[in-house]
């Protein structure tokens, strides 16, 4: 009890006050706002959130709006290496399969665009910004690819990793070397835990952030996450992602955060929620802001990133032209240097060796900068 008016109380306190130049900046054009849950439980099971996502992907398949849903599925090969991998669920239960976010490195335009034009038919997309982008533009020059997309559902992003890191905690929780059967990056509520399944039905469960810490950290990023500004997906037909603010603690079910931006998204939300298929309320987009409250300044700003192109050599252009204070140079380049750490030979000794407490505290610290 008393914890859950301590995350109210902070939550009150930590609420701010977005511009509308900030919500432009940092969400774009968009229609309406929801904190939402999919109805049905069996969809809540291993969704990321609340599996609103799935819940939309299930009723466009089962109302035939399209004959499939792009996603991404977690497949294991050589025994303990887990590899994203996009295919077109055409059941619920292929849905219900590809659940889950993938924090691992993803090719859309070499796996998933040739996937719809073999296709044929009409689909849904899940994707993220950057590949979003690279679908729409794509759709600019075929008219095939054009008809056939029918809904785009972009997820929130603050950015990707390398294989090798989900790698190392694969290993890392491997009891007596026995082959990986499944590997879940994040079930369950707030932070949520990790879960690998091990041949012999051994299951292994730890909290998130035994990955998310060095995920946060920058430790393995995909370098092109550092080109990125854009968070939010800022051309989906609807964007979807996670609620921190600590109110949302005390909820019993995770929701989904979920952003209107075309006719077509929004129509379809409001049906859904019409139809009961939806569980939550229509909420302010500062409502949304406020859920990414720190990464959001911190993902647009490639400002920052960019003024130290002459010491990391990185090339980064600067199309935003943000105002960059202290913090925010200290922050881009600590994560700029955890990246380049992790990929030397001696960096990820390093990592690895670090005590989990320190290398949490190094991750509070750079938060506690982005905060400003
Ligand atoms: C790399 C990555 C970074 C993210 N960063 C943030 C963040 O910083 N802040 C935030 O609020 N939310 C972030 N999200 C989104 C969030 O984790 C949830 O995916 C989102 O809230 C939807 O949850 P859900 O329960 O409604 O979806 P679910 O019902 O679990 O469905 C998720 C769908 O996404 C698909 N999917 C999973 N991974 C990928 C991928 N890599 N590329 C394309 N499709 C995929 C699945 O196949 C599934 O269809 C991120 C997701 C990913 C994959
Ligand atoms: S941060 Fe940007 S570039 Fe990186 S994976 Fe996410 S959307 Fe793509």
Redesign the pocket.
């Given at each position: 009890m008393l914890t859950k008016r301590f995350n109210l109380l902070f939550d009150r306190l930590l609420r701010k006050t977005w511009t509308e130049e900030q919500i432009n900046k940092y969400i774009g054009v968009f229609k309406r706002c929801y904190f939402t849950y999919?109805t049905d439980t069996s969809?809540?099971e291993?969704?990321?959130?609340?599996?609103?996502?799935?819940?939309m992907?299930a009723y466009m398949l089962q109302n035939k709006m399209i004959g499939g849903?792009v996603?991404?599925?977690s497949v294991v090969q050589e025994g303990n290496k887990v590899r994203?991998e996009?295919f077109i669920?055409q059941t619920v239960e292929e849905?219900k399969s590809?659940?889950?976010?993938?924090?691992?490195a993803?090719y859309?335009s070499s796996q998933a665009i040739p996937l719809i034009k073999d296709f044929g038919r009409p689909v849904a997309v899940?994707?993220?910004p950057c590949?979003t982008r690279i679908l729409r533009q794509a759709m600019r020059h075929d008219l095939a690819l054009q008809q056939n997309v029918k809904l785009i559902?972009t997820?929130?992003?603050?950015?990707?990793?390398e294989p090798e890191l989900t790698d190392h905690v694969v290993k890392k929780l491997q009891p007596d070397d026995h082959p990986l059967v499944e590997y879940l990056y994040?079930i369950g509520h707030w932070r949520g835990q990790l879960q690998a399944t091990y041949e012999g039905n051994q299951v292994v469960t730890k909290p998130f952030t035994y990955f998310s810490n060095y995920q946060n950290l920058f430790f393995f990023a995909q370098r092109k996450c550092h080109h990125c500004y854009d968070?939010t997906g800022y051309y989906g037909d609807i964007s979807?992602?996670?609620?921190?603010s600590l109110r949302m603690k005390n909820e019993p079910i995770?929701h989904?955060?979920i952003i209107t931006r075309s006719a077509v998204g929004d129509q379809l939300v409001a049906e859904m929620f019409e139809k009961g298929i939806l569980t939550g309320q229509e909420a302010s987009i500062s409502e949304v802001c406020d859920?990414?409250a720190r990464?959001l300044p911190a993902h647009y700003n490639i400002s920052a990133r960019s003024k130290l192109n002459w010491l990391t050599k990185e090339r980064i252009k600067d199309p935003v032209k943000e105002k960059v204070r202290l913090h925010d140079y200290i922050v881009a380049a600590l994560n700029l240097f955890n990246e380049r750490l992790s990929r030397t030979t001696r960096g990820r000794k390093i990592i690895f060796a670090t005590p989990k407490p320190l290398i949490r505290l190094y991750l509070v610290f750079i938060k506690f900068l982005e905060s400003f």
């Open positions: 999919a969809l809540r291993r969704s990321a959130s609340g599996g609103s996502v799935t819940a992907l849903a996603v991404v599925r994203p996009f669920a849905l590809a659940q889950g976010s993938k924090y691992s993803v859309f899940v994707a993220l590949d559902i997820l929130f992003c603050g950015h990707n990793s994040r968070h979807a992602g996670d609620i921190w995770k989904t955060a859920g990414q990464i």
